[in-house]
C-alpha cells in the first residue's frame, strides 16, 4: 500500500455512486453499497477523493437534537437527587449525633443517681436504673430515622447510577428508538 500527500492511494470506486473507497472497506461510505469496481493510480487517488461528496451518507441518519435536550434533563435531575443526597447524609449524620448524646446524657444520668444516692447498692441500682431506662429507650427512638435515612440513601445513590448510565449509554438504548 502507498500513500500519496497522506491520502491512501489503494482506493476503488463504488459501483453505485462512483465514489472512491478503501480496498479492504466492506461498504460504500457514501451511499452503502458493498461492490468496487476499479482501482485507482496514485495520481488519480487525490482527484477522486476531493471530488467526491462531502457530507453525510445517504444511508445514515442525522444525531437529533432531542437527545442533547434529554440528556440536559437528565443532567438537571442528577445534580438535583446529589443535592438530596448530600442532604439525606446530612440527615444521618444527625440522627446519629442525637442518638450518642441521648444515650450519654442516659447513662451519666444513672451515674449520677448511682453515686449521689445514699442507700444500700440495692437501692442505688434501682434509682441508677430509673434514668438509664426511660433516658436510653427515648433515645432507642432515634433508630427509627436512622434506618429510613439509611434507605433513602440507599435509593438516592441506585437512581444518580441509572441517571449516570443514561447520561453516557442513553444514546445506545435500543427501546428508546422503538417508540419514535
Not at 11 to 19: I, R, W
Not at 94 to 123: R, T
Not at 141 to 165: H, M
Request: hydrophobic share 50%; net charge neutral; with cysteine.
Amino acid at each position: 500500500m502507498t500513500y500519496a500527500a497522506g491520502i491512501i492511494a489503494n482506493t476503488v470506486l463504488c459501483s453505485n455512486c462512483q465514489s472512491p473507497v478503501e480496498a479492504q472497506a466492506k461498504f460504500c461510505g457514501h451511499c452503502g453499497f458493498v461492490t468496487a469496481t476499479t482501482n485507482l493510480r496514485v495520481e488519480e487517488a487525490p482527484a477522486a477523493i476531493e471530488a467526491a461528496p462531502r457530507g453525510l451518507p445517504s444511508f445514515a441518519t442525522a444525531g437529533i437534537p432531542a437527545e442533547t435536550a434529554k440528556t440536559n434533563e437528565l443532567i438537571v435531575e442528577a445534580n438535583k437527587l446529589m443535592l438530596h443526597l448530600a442532604r439525606e447524609r446530612l440527615f444521618l449524620i444527625l440522627h446519629w449525633a442525637l442518638f450518642i448524646f441521648i444515650n450519654l446524657f442516659g447513662i451519666w444520668a444513672a451515674w449520677k443517681c448511682y453515686v449521689d444516692f445514699c442507700g444500700d447498692e440495692m437501692s442505688k441500682m434501682m434509682v441508677a436504673s430509673t434514668p438509664f431506662l426511660f433516658i436510653n429507650s427515648m433515645g432507642l427512638l432515634c433508630l427509627v430515622p436512622i434506618k429510613g435515612t439509611r434507605s433513602q440513601i440507599a435509593f438516592l445513590k441506585e437512581r444518580i447510577s441509572y441517571l449516570r448510565f443514561n447520561i453516557e449509554f442513553g444514546h445506545l438504548s435500543f427501546y428508546d428508538q422503538l417508540r419514535h
